[in-house]
Every structure is written in structure tokens, then in C-alpha cells.
């Protein structure tokens, strides 16, 4: 059964840092594309990070850029997500997607529970 | 305010159709394919429909998609209560390097 688990959400201070893991299970990891996604509260969804098969390539959302950083281990099955100087508007709940296939333009066909990452002064 | 515009809400009565809009620009839907998804809030999201109108296995022919230009559309058939849920387009955008979220549409089956 393919299955995406998210932890590492909590809370965080403002300028703060958070790690959030997404481990996976049930397919071949190094195969698919990997992205993160969220969604404020009373908000819709927010893609915010892809990351290629090998790890090798990524691309992030104008508002994250800079201050987050997305990465895998195809070793251990799991993509994380470092997100340093926390602002108020990071606070969401963060779903791991995976992709159809190796490609960027692919659909998620796979998400996660999600993980709520709180942010406050 | 998203890169892609849904309407906010949409509603109908049971075995009625009711259909969603999505509108892009050239940079996203209409130089690329267009995926749909259903989002219950505290679930996971889940894909409906992928490449402007393919469905994963396990979903109802109920739900058709659609691509014009830069402009798509989910069609749900046979409206029945479990179809109440937020839906959401998406494409990828050239001029972001990235995906992008219509806003989401509300559901309401009456």
C-alpha cells in the first residue's frame, strides 16, 4: 500500500526554525517527484516545494524561497522540509504529495495526513 | 488571490450535474495539463482527475474533466451527498516554476 507519513509539525516561534519529515512506503521513493503543500487556516491548498527523484533538481514557491529547504534521503524512504525564519503566515497544515511519475508536470496522486506547523510571537 | 480563479462556492440538489470552472492564464493551463482535486478539510486531498481528463482508478465516471485555452472544467454527474467537499484545480506555471492552486470551490449539495 503506497502511504505518505508526515511528522515534525508543532509549534514555532516567529524567526524560528521547524523540520518536517515525510517518510514513504509502498513504491519505488527514487522514482517520483515529491512536493509539499499546505494549507492556512480557513485557506485552499498552497504548493510550496518539489524535488526530483535523484534530489538533484527543486523549485520553490516566491514565498518560501530563501528561507525554506526541501530534501530527501532515497535511502531511508523520507523527503524533509527545513523551514527557517518562521513567519505568522507559515502556520498551515504541511501534506507531503507524491507525483505520477519522474516528471514536474505530473498530478499528486498520493498525499499525506498532513502535520500542523503553529507559528506565534 | 490565486493564479487560478474557481468559484468560491457551487451548489445543487442530488442527481443533478454540476459543474466547476478554472481559469488560467497561457503561462499555466494553457501550456499545461490540468489536475483536480478533492479536499475534505481535516483528510487527505485526493485526485480526481489528472491531465485534463484522465481519472485514477477508484473514481466514479461521474466526474469528467475538461480543457479549453486557458480554461478548464471538473463536471460531477449524479450528484450525491458524499460529493460535498472543497475542490481544487492545478497546473504548472512556466512563468513561477511552479504549481499553482485555484482557490478552491465549496461544494453544497442541497
Known amino acids: 500500500e503506497v502511504q505518505l507519513v508526515e511528522s515534525g509539525g508543532g509549534l514555532a516561534q516567529i524567526g524560528g526554525s521547524l523540520g518536517l519529515s515525510c517518510a514513504a512506503s509502498g513504491f519505488t521513493f527514487d522514482h517520483f517527484a515529491v512536493s509539499w503543500v499546505r494549507q492556512a487556516p480557513g485557506k485552499g491548498l498552497e504548493w510550496v516545494s518539489i524535488?526530483?527523484?535523484?534530489?538533484?533538481?527543486?523549485y520553490y514557491a516566491d514565498s518560501v524561497k530563501g528561507r525554506f529547504t526541501i530534501s530527501r534521503d532515497n535511502y531511508r524512504n523520507t523527503m524533509y522540509l527545513q523551514m527557517n525564519s518562521l513567519r505568522a503566515e507559515d502556520a498551515a497544515v504541511y501534506y507531503c504529495?507524491?507525483?505520477?511519475?519522474?516528471?514536474?508536470?505530473?498530478?499528486?496522486?498520493?498525499w499525506g495526513q498532513g502535520t500542523l506547523v503553529t507559528v506565534s510571537s | 488571490q490565486s493564479v487560478l480563479t474557481q468559484p468560491p462556492w457551487a451548489s445543487a440538489t442530488p442527481g443533478q450535474t454540476v459543474t466547476i470552472s478554472c481559469s488560467g492564464s497561457?503561462?499555466?493551463?494553457?501550456?499545461?495539463?490540468v489536475n483536480w482535486y478533492l479536499h475534505l478539510p481535516g483528510t487527505a486531498p485526493r485526485l480526481l482527475i489528472y491531465?485534463?481528463?484522465q481519472r485514477p482508478s477508484g473514481v466514479p465516471d461521474r466526474f469528467s474533466g475538461s480543457k479549453s485555452g486557458p480554461s478548464a472544467s471538473l463536471a460531477i454527474s449524479g450528484l450525491q451527498s458524499e460529493d460535498e467537499a472543497d475542490y481544487y484545480c492545478a497546473a504548472w506555471d512556466d512563468s513561477l516554476n511552479g504549481w499553482v492552486f485555484g482557490g478552491g470551490t465549496k461544494l453544497t449539495v442541497l
Open positions: 504529495a507524491k507525483s505520477r511519475s519522474s516528471s514536474w508536470f505530473s498530478a499528486f496522486d498520493m
Open positions: 491531465s485534463n481528463t
Open positions: 497561457s503561462s499555466n493551463i494553457g501550456s499545461h495539463t
Open positions: 524535488i526530483s527523484g535523484a534530489g538533484l533538481s527543486t
